[in-house]
């Protein structure tokens, strides 16, 4: 469940690429936590725009940005939904280093009205649910360190736009994101560690394909991760039909990759579930409990 990804040199993905939490979003085990990530000690930390908006980044922050898409462009073909590769190659992405943030902005405000938002490592639940409320997608502003290349929990830069904001083109996607926005808003503090668990089998971890040969990745915590992109689409994990009262029911881990994916029919299915009422089945499931966890629990 890394968050990892790619660059230039595969056919079709080389137009999109030249042509592409919360760690302020991270979701943690079974539900939200937002925390500053540390490794060695050194915590993470978002870089700070100049007074003129632009954010700039250190040499080793864009090789790793560079080596991060050079990696995932290999995984991407016939893996990823063709929604996500349209949105990638409308985003232009920079193979060499970080994109500013406006440049994102721009091409997802003519696509669906939505922006990014640049945030810090750590911000609070409010701000989170308010941000997508408002179509505005927190994107923290650090890149992870090559230490971290294979795994990284909080959400970083590269997670956040390769791994979300292609689909941020799509209006479905970009619906079910300002919906989920405000129903955070208005949730208690139990209901939204349910909700965490929608968002998880969604937007960060959704399959989409019934058909096991036609199945394809949406889910940005699986496109930015080389081999969980890999092994989502695999005979290994535990591959089961989307229902909106099992997946609240369903606890997860974010230190491991996932044993168990939902799977929507489609793209437009995410329209459905925000239809659909999903509050009183939040109570519903509130009222019945999670389901035995399919992960090793600490001190069994």
Same mark, same amino acid.
């Given at each position: 469940?890394?968050?990892?990804?790619?660059? #230039?040199?595969?056919?079709?993905?080389?137009? *999109?690429?030249?042509?592409?939490?919360?760690?302020?979003?991270?979701?943690?085990? =079974?539900?939200?936590?937002?925390?500053?990530?540390?490794?060695?000690?050194? /915590?993470?930390?978002?870089?700070?725009?100049?007074?003129?908006?632009? $954010?700039?980044?250190?040499?080793?922050?864009?090789?790793?940005?560079?080596?991060?898409? !050079?990696?995932?462009?290999?995984? $991407?073909?016939?893996?990823?939904?063709?929604?996500?590769?349209?949105?990638?190659?409308?985003?232009?992405?920079? *193979?060499?280093?970080? /994109?500013?943030?406006?440049?994102?902005?721009?091409?997802?405000?003519?696509?669906?009205?939505?922006?990014?938002?640049?945030?810090?490592?750590?911000?609070?639940?409010?701000?989170?649910?308010?941000?997508?409320?408002?179509?505005?997608?927190?994107?923290?502003?650090?890149?992870?360190?090559?230490?971290?290349? =294979?795994?990284?929990? !909080? /959400?970083?830069?590269?997670?956040?736009?390769?791994? #979300?904001?292609?689909?941020?083109?799509? /209006?479905?996607?970009?619906?079910?994101?300002?919906?989920?926005?405000?129903?955070?808003?208005?949730?208690?503090?139990?209901?939204?560690?349910?909700? *965490?668990?929608?968002?998880?089998?969604? $937007?960060?971890?959704?399959?989409?394909?019934?058909?096991?040969?036609?199945? +394809?990745?949406?889910?940005?915590?699986?496109?930015?991760?080389?081999?969980?992109?890999?092994?989502?689409?695999? =005979?290994?994990?535990?591959?089961? *039909?989307? =229902?909106?009262?099992?997946?609240? +029911?369903?606890?997860?881990?974010?230190?491991?990759?996932?044993?168990?994916?939902?799977?929507?029919?489609?793209?437009?299915?995410?329209?459905?579930?925000?239809?659909?009422?999903?509050?009183?089945?939040?109570?519903?499931?509130?009222?019945?409990?999670?389901? !035995?966890?399919?992960?090793?629990?600490?001190?069994?």
């Amino acid at each position: 469940m890394e968050r990892l990804q790619y660059n #230039h040199s595969i056919s079709s993905i080389n137009k *999109a690429l030249s042509a592409k939490s919360v760690t302020s979003k991270t979701l943690g085990t =079974d539900g939200f936590s937002h925390t500053d990530s540390t490794d060695k000690n050194q /915590p993470y930390l978002s870089r700070q725009p100049d007074t003129h908006g632009h $954010i700039h980044y250190s040499d080793d922050e864009n090789a790793m940005w560079q080596a991060l898409l !050079e990696r995932q462009a290999k995984q $991407i073909p016939n893996r990823a939904c063709s929604a996500y590769l349209e949105g990638l190659e409308k985003l232009k992405l920079p *193979a060499t280093h970080i /994109p500013q943030l406006q440049d994102i902005d721009d091409i997802l405000q003519a696509s669906t009205g939505w922006q990014t938002a640049a945030v810090p490592a750590l911000i609070s639940f409010g701000k989170f649910f308010k941000l997508l409320a408002d179509k505005r997608f927190p994107v923290a502003t650090f890149i992870r360190r090559f230490d971290d290349m =294979d795994y990284i929990e !909080e /959400p970083d830069i590269f997670h956040e736009i390769v791994g #979300h904001c292609p689909l941020l083109t799509h /209006p479905a996607f970009a619906t079910f994101n300002e919906t989920y926005g405000k129903l955070g808003l208005n949730a208690t503090k139990q209901e939204r560690l349910y909700l *965490a668990r929608l968002y998880w089998f969604t $937007i960060e971890f959704g399959l989409v394909g019934q058909e096991p040969e036609n199945r +394809r990745i949406y889910g940005g915590g699986i496109l930015s991760s080389p081999s969980e992109t890999i092994y989502a689409l695999s =005979d290994e994990p535990d591959c089961r *039909a989307f =229902d909106l009262i099992d997946v609240l +029911r369903t606890p997860y881990r974010i230190d491991q990759i996932q044993p168990i994916y939902y799977v929507i029919d489609d793209l437009d299915t995410l329209f459905d579930i925000v239809d659909s009422d999903i509050m009183g089945v939040v109570k519903q499931a509130m009222s019945l409990g999670l389901f !035995e966890p399919t992960y090793a629990v600490e001190g069994i």
